[in-house]
């Protein structure tokens, strides 16, 4: 009984933990924080992952590089398109291949309508984590225009599959150009009223500017990439830094901030939709005409060596570091994934604040949970 | 039997047609009166019409209650370009009654190591204190339970007591997340208590008058959001704030953030149990709302400017039931729309918003008030 | 005096943004034209899916009961997790020659990931994608599908 008095009475004892997740609403997934609390000041946050371990990296040793492809569609789902590119310039890169122009805006332009769809979600679902429910509606609604555009072409909504090493699967579907020249138009309506809902709003401005600063130097050595880094000021584009596809040829912006609260992650984002948009613009009615896929062989063998290949994903820079030694499967995959690398921030960020304002940097990182695990 | 009680002696009374009862309960209520003190003694008269007061509101409770679930699945649906539900009836009318069969039967769940007294006696606790409020507010022109003298005061009282219900609800089950949502909401209704106070302060000053059949009958000329100028205007606004942190709904609804605590301090309610707090939620929206159409939008009193003129006397065709309920689900769809709208607050910024702001705000506006009262400004 | 200011100015600026927000909402309320909900057990008559929507791998026929189907086994070999099953019989031909044909095509719609590898690999373009997507049965053997048809044969001139 005595040892038990003793035992309340010490620091770690009075410690309050509670479990958000791994079932909880905004984990966006199945995540567990262990959370220490004081109050409902934030003590300690432990994030614990795995409940969505799929064990993509070993699958891929025994698959073809043409049958990855759909594996990598299950990591980062909200940014299938990506996941999906990297492999495919990384074996094109391997095999050194020319990749005919039409090939190069096709990824582009879906690469971008990714990013918006994926942009979109982030703002429905960061809108409900702070408690505007309608925010999920309204961002959900908007992104359907997009998925019905992915589906049109590549006949996946979400889970596109439309890449295939030396191009895409299908050719763009002729409607293409007029279904997206719509969504634009209706898009650059109403992101004014999603800037009405959220980005002024008095209350939104209370919950997130000031919360979770992370400073440049910090998001440099944690390697925080995508909208997250850049609201720091990391300049670490890889569409700017390396371009790869038809970056090279369009024009926009970096969106850089100084600030790095959960705000400017924010406000990175609803920018990149605005500069993706952009992207789309200069590109839509420019599509070359050409082939959409190189003839490949049926069994691809890549020269026995390692290879790694960065994009740029809506969470951040994408990396997949293939070795092979000779044979028609790899040797050994690894992803470089985004979330992961920001995840390891977040018990840095939230040190101190309430656990009101957890959530709120929780879901300003942008995580995509089975992108953590794999 | 039945003549005795009054209903059919008042009906044949009546030189008008039976809807004229709509324009005024009072002779409705003492026929009954009279038939049930010719029946019996006193004492069992009073039991009588006590048991029949009881069930009407048991019966009001429930139909406001469903209903008002239904009417907010809806109107979020429709702020949200859905259709809500549909399925049930037309226009999915039954979805709530369907909903509440469900919950009547589904197994209410026994807490390891809860304070089960505690746990159990929570839902009632909140459902009494909604009961106590619903009696002292006046539907209609006759149609009032209980008219207090001090009926603001007894008001403001009575429904801050469901604070007690939420605490010992979160507290009894024995979960983190309930406690959390507890102290937040302890916190959160003994903060805008005041507020709620004070505003409504501010019209008893224009009214003179703490009864609210007293408060209603002083709208006659006019209803006290015109009478009191910018004062009434503002104290209105607080009220409408204050009144919607009081009763935990967004963007106040910090003791259930679903995003943060799950579900807050009903987190280990089940069944029925829960129904009762979730009902209880919208009764409270139900009783703001109808407070503040008493005492800012009038009551039951149809809209009127002067003393007695032709538009006056076009609006008295509506019966006062009718302006009373129009009034209130009105203000329930402005306090839906805020919910629907804006984000949640962090603990510390609502209390921030109450003291730094609502506070210092309404005890300037009451000086102001007591002023223009003072001078004779008011209309 | 300054600080004042600030603060109506904050009370001022904080009223307006919520009330911009509560403009767009309740004007949506008042507008339904905008829900965008789909009936859709009601509009399955009506309902028509995008013409490359991914719902199941089907083996199209002809009038006459036949497919491209050699039965070569290169969906089975592409197939990322073994949805495809291909069993193939040996028969005599009219000529006398020993022909390797299809017996059975078996897909397993369960696990099916709609990579569209076996899609896009046959070489005979055997295989489709159809736009069928109510899957859901109450038995999960309901799901590994023989794609084809009992009795049907090799389309002529199919076969290199």
Redesign the interface.
């Known amino acids: 009984m005595e040892e038990k008095v003793k035992d309340i009475d010490t620091d770690e004892q009075q410690e309050y933990i509670i479990n958000i997740g791994p079932q909880h609403p905004s984990t966006h997934g199945v995540m567990r924080l262990v959370v220490s609390l004081k109050g409902e000041t934030v003590k300690n946050v432990e994030p614990h992952l795995g409940y969505i371990h799929r064990g993509i990296e070993k699958m891929c040793e025994s698959l073809t590089y043409q049958q990855i492809i759909h594996l990598t569609d299950r990591m980062d789902y909200l940014a299938a398109h990506m996941n999906n590119e990297v492999v495919c310039l990384a074996v094109e890169k391997a095999l050194e291949i020319e990749i005919p122009d039409r090939v190069k805006v096709i990824r582009t332009l879906m690469s971008e309508l990714t990013r918006i769809q994926s942009h979109e979600l982030f703002w429905a679902s960061y809108g409900m984590d702070l408690g505007g429910q309608t925010c999920y509606f309204y961002g959900l609604r908007d992104r359907e225009m997009v998925l019905d555009i992915f589906e049109e072409t590549t006949g996946g909504r979400m889970i596109v599959s439309y890449n295939c090493p030396g191009g895409v699967m299908y050719d763009l579907h002729p409607n293409f150009q007029k279904r997206v020249k719509e969504f634009l138009k209706h898009f650059r309506k109403v992101l004014p009223e999603y800037d009405d809902i959220l980005t002024n709003n008095v209350i939104f401005h209370e919950r997130t500017v000031g919360i979770g600063p992370l400073s440049l130097n910090e998001a440099i050595s944690y390697g925080i990439t995508g909208p997250s880094g850049r609201a720091s000021g990391f300049s670490c584009d890889v569409r700017k830094h390396e371009p790869y596809s038809a970056y090279d040829r369009v024009k926009f912006n970096e969106v850089l901030y100084a600030e790095g609260d959960a705000f400017h992650r924010y406000l990175a984002r609803v920018e990149e939709m605005r500069e993706s948009m952009n992207i789309i613009d200069q590109l839509i009615d420019n599509i070359p005409e050409g082939p959409y896929a190189v003839k490949m062989k049926p069994v691809i063998r890549l020269p026995e060596g390692e290879y790694y290949q960065r994009v740029e994903t809506p969470r951040g820079e994408l990396g997949v570091f293939i070795i092979s030694d000779g044979n028609k499967t790899p040797y050994r995959v690894h992803f470089r994934t985004p979330n992961f690398a920001n995840l390891s921030v977040l018990n840095h960020l939230v040190k101190g604040f309430k656990i009101a304002d957890l959530i709120s940097i929780f879901g300003s990182l942008d995580f995509v949970i089975p992108d953590i695990d794999r | 039997m039945l003549t005795s009680f009054g209903i059919i002696n008042y009906l044949s009374a009546q030189s008008g047609p039976w809807w004229r009862v709509f324009y005024d309960f009072t002779s409705l209520t003492k026929n009954i009166d009279a038939g049930l003190h010719n029946a019996m003694s006193p004492f069992w008269t009073t039991v009588t019409e006590m048991v029949i007061v009881g069930i009407l509101f048991l019966l009001f409770y429930a139909v406001i209650g469903l209903f008002l679930v239904y009417a907010e699945r809806k109107v979020c649906a429709f702020i949200q370009n859905r259709l809500g539900p549909n399925r049930l009836g037309p226009f999915g009318i039954f979805q709530t009654v369907a909903d509440l069969i469900k919950l009547l039967f589904k197994e209410l769940i026994p807490i390891k190591n809860a304070d089960h007294f505690l746990f159990n006696l929570a839902p009632y606790i909140v459902i009494i204190v909604n009961f106590m409020v619903l009696a002292a507010i006046p539907y209609a022109l006759g149609l009032h339970a209980v008219d207090l003298n001090i009926g603001i005061f007894y008001v403001i009282a009575v429904s801050s007591m469901s604070v007690i219900g939420v605490l010992l609800a979160g507290w009894s089950s024995n979960s983190k997340y309930s406690l959390l949502g507890a102290m937040r909401s302890g916190a959160q209704i003994v903060s805008y208590e005041l507020s709620v106070g004070l505003a409504l302060a501010t019209v008893v000053i224009l009214a003179g008058s703490m009864q609210l059949s007293v408060i209603v009958e002083g709208q006659r000329t006019g209803w006290f959001i015109f009478k009191g100028h910018i004062p009434a205007v503002i104290a209105f606004v607080i009220y409408i704030i204050a009144g919607t942190a009081e009763t935990n709904r967004g963007p106040f609804d910090l003791a259930e953030a679903e995003s943060e605590l799950t579900a807050g301090y009903h987190t280990e309610y089940s069944g029925i149990k829960f129904a009762f707090f979730y009902l209880a939620e919208f009764i409270n929206m139900f009783i703001v709302a109808s407070i503040a159409a008493t005492i800012f939008l009038g009551g039951w009193m149809p809209l009127h400017f002067g003393a007695d003129n032709g538009f006056n006397r076009i609006m008295d065709f509506i019966p006062p039931v009718i302006w009373f309920f129009a009034k209130t689900f009105f203000l329930i769809w402005v306090i839906m729309l805020f919910k629907w709208t804006f984000p949640r607050l962090r603990i510390d910024q609502l209390l921030t918003l109450e003291w730094k702001y609502l506070l210092p705000i309404n005890i300037v506006n009451l000086l102001i008030m007591a002023f223009i009262v003072l001078m004779g400004w008011h209309f | 005096m300054r600080s004042i200011i600030n603060y109506l100015k904050d ?1 001022f ?2 009223v307006r ?2 009330l ?7 004007r ?2 008042w507008s ?1 034209r ?4 789909e ?1 859709y057990p009601e509009n399955r008559k009506t309902l028509v899916m ?5 719902g199941e791998v089907i083996m199209p026929h002809n009038d006459k009961n036949e497919h491209h189907c050699t039965g070569c086994g ?1 969906c089975q070999i ?1 197939c ?1 997790n073994g949805s495809i099953e291909v069993i193939s019989k040996i028969i005599d031909t009219e000529d006398g020659k020993k022909k390797k044909i299809i017996d059975k095509h078996i897909y397993k719609l369960g696990q099916c ?5 076996c899609v ?2 046959c070489p005979s373009n055997a295989l489709a ?1 159809s736009t069928k997507f109510e899957h859901a049965v109450f038995n999960k053997a309901l799901l590994i599908k023989v794609l084809n048809k009992p009795g049907s044969q090799l389309m002529k001139g199919v076969e290199q």
């Not at chain 3, 911009?20 to 309740?26: D, H, I, L, Y």
């Not at chain 3, 995008?50 to 991914?54: A, F, I, M, P």
């Open positions: 009370i600026l904080g943004s919520l911009k927000g509560m403009k767009v909402t309740s949506y309320f339904p905008s829900i965008v909900t009936k995008l013409e490359r929507s991914k290169i592409n990322p990931t709609f990579c569209g590898l896009k690999t994608f």
